[in-house]
């Protein structure tokens, strides 16, 4: 799978879902930087990696506290 996007979806914010593109370098380091500006809700959030295959597009779905402990 190569990994295109990463879309973040607040449960606390329903206008709270933001897309982050994922460069050609963030794939070669295997790591992505989301910036704190995009996640000012503490709560859980939930993190879909969307990639691409030979046969389409797939996804992936994280749930993720930001914030503290739960």
Known sequence: MKPIIAHL??????YGHRNVFIT???RQNGTVVIPAR???DKGEIQIW???ENRYGRLKKRRDVFVGGTP
């Open 9 to 14: 979806n607040s449960r606390h914010n329903s």
């Open 24 to 26: 050609d370098e963030d």
């Open 38 to 40: 995009l996640i000012p």
């Open 49 to 51: 990696l969307i990639g």
